[in-house]
């Protein structure tokens, strides 16, 4: 099961603020569609219910479109997950959750009220595989002081720096960084351990901090901001006074 990413943390932190309301007729139509689509392995239809690209957890590659989705559809619905969806009841199993939209169970499937797909969090064995070989060549690629993680979070890249974000295990973060003209071959210019996931409001915002000394780093992941707002961001605070504010893009994540 996942999130697996970030994706279903974030949904579990919204869900406090919403209270799950009984389904209404239309969108007990909508989910039984699509339980019957899965039943009977309607890949082509189920194509067209989402809301691309579909989120899969990093580093396995986002299904960007249609015909993406009907090459890996057995990828993510393996013979467990068809099982969860079809067994579902729509009327006790899915809940209506708002402006999150409309979730399976604990969040395994989520749908928006028009009946698109938005998320799946569920991992099937041949992702959980790829993601582990995906991996293990990152690794590889790394410089061997930093070869070691459980998962990769995401790549950063400033005006000046390159910045890698790891999980050690438990929740633990590694910053690692370098000058934006460097590779992430070569030794890191700053590495920093134990930083911690900050979740901010019901948006989807969040960010990674991490302290050395009387310095604070912060990486902002910006999921809703404003209509020009960076998709990410690196502040630097020391001692209470911010000394540096880079916008920064996405490399990979």
């Keep these: 099961m996942r999130k697996i990413n970030l994706f279903l943390v974030l949904m579990f932190f919204c869900s406090a603020f919403v209270s799950a309301q009984d389904l209404k007729p239309e969108y007990q139509k909508l989910i039984k569609s699509f339980i019957d689509n899965i039943k009977n392995d309607r890949k082509e239809a189920i194509a067209d219910m989402i809301s691309y690209p579909l989120t899969r957890e990093y580093p396995i590659p986002d299904i960007k479109n249609k015909t993406e989705f009907v090459k890996r559809y057995s990828e993510i619905f393996d013979p467990g997950l068809k099982s969860e969806i079809i067994k579902s009841n729509p009327i006790k199993d899915w809940y209506d959750m708002g402006l999150r939209g409309i979730m399976l169970k604990h ?147």
């Design 107 to 253: 969040g395994i499937i989520w749908m928006d009220i028009e009946g698109h797909l938005t998320a799946v969090n569920y991992q099937s064995k041949l992702e959980t595989e790829l993601k582990n070989k995906l991996i293990a060549s990152q690794k590889k690629l790394l410089d061997p002081s930093i070869a070691f993680f459980q998962t990769p979070i995401c790549v950063l890249e400033t005006s000046q720096f390159k910045i890698r974000i790891d999980n050690l295990g438990n929740n633990n973060y590694r910053y690692a960084s370098w000058s934006v003209k460097k590779e992430m071959t070569e030794k890191p210019d700053l590495v920093i351990n134990g930083g911690e996931l900050v979740v901010e409001g019901i948006g989807g915002n969040h960010q990674y901090e991490f302290k050395k000394g009387n310095l604070l780093y912060q990486c902002a992941i910006i999921v809703l901001g404003e209509k020009n707002s960076p998709p990410a961001r690196l502040i630097i605070i020391q001692g209470g006074k911010q000394i540096l504010n880079q916008e920064a893009k996405i490399v990979s994540r």
